[in-house]
């Protein structure tokens, strides 16, 4: 008898850590884990087996199809934006390869089993795409329809993605005799920037605001690489992984579309700095500007519409601007670094 599961990839990254120990924390004892590198040792108490392997590998994916009975994927394993503008093609097997991968796997899964496998696709504000600063301050908000044009291998690879979960969740192999609709239960967040407490990202754009926070507090000088008026939304960790384990578990009746916007707050690099220097008053920020990585936060959007995900399934984040530094950063990452 193959054993219950259900399957994390990229479980070594900044959302696997948050989303896996509040997995645990749920109760939840069948966590599969997958991840290129072994697992990180805060994560392995949490899971019940650690694989380490490629979402690019179909012979490991097969033999994780054979071994267990896996209701729900969280497919967080990608490269990120900055990360894949010096590898496109890469970021294209990795990011487009590994998701088709996986829901070829849900689809194999949900036929064994006779019910569909829920997909969690953590997709970003990076399908925006405005081609100047100008045409980003006249539309100030966008709606998940909107604009969505974009800029960087990494928003066009998550903006195919969210077609093809909803290709494989509607019309996959539509012209086949017995055509199974609803194989896939694909569900998807279109992410902000992300913070958190106790991970810094790695190779991505919005990386300038974890990057200063983490910087102030172990008193280093920081060199942010976008301008002092830089806008996009920004959350905290738990805020995301609230909103993923909100969407698994909404009722799928509810869900008027697969693909939603969240947000919590946007500040601009400058306020992030300013709201820095209230906790740590010698913190040091200079503006070092990276055109060419400046010019791709320029073309992702001031600020999200979630009206939708609120309306839908109830998404409200925790957190706004000065509760995410009072009551979240600050006494968790100074707990992190040992203050
Ligand atoms: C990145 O900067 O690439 C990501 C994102 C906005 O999706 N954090």
Known sequence: MRKRAILITGAN???GHGLISSLHQKHEQNIIALDLQPMDSKITGYIKEGIVGNILDKNLLEQINGEYAISEIYHLAALLSTR???SPQVAHEVNVGGTINLLELAVKQSR???QAVKYFFPSSIAVYGFTSLNEKILNPILKEDEHCDPQTMYGCNKLYCEKLGIYYSHHYQ???AEFTPGLVDFRSIRFPGLISAS???????SDYAPEMI???VQGKPYACFVRPDTIIPFMTMPDAIKSILNLMNADKQ???RLVYN?????PTAEEFFDKILNYFSNAEVSYVINKKRQAIVDSWPAEVDDSIARADWGWKPEYDFQSAFETYLIPKIKLHYGQ
């Open 13 to 15: 990254g900044e959302i």
């Open 84 to 86: 894949a503008e010096f």
């Open 112 to 114: 064994s089993q006779g």
């Open 174 to 176: 539509r012209l086949a």
């Open 199 to 205: 991970t810094i990202p790695t190779g991505g754009t």
């Open 214 to 216: 983490h910087a102030a």
């Open 254 to 256: 509810k869900l008027s």
């Open 262 to 266: 969240i947000t919590a707050f946007h």
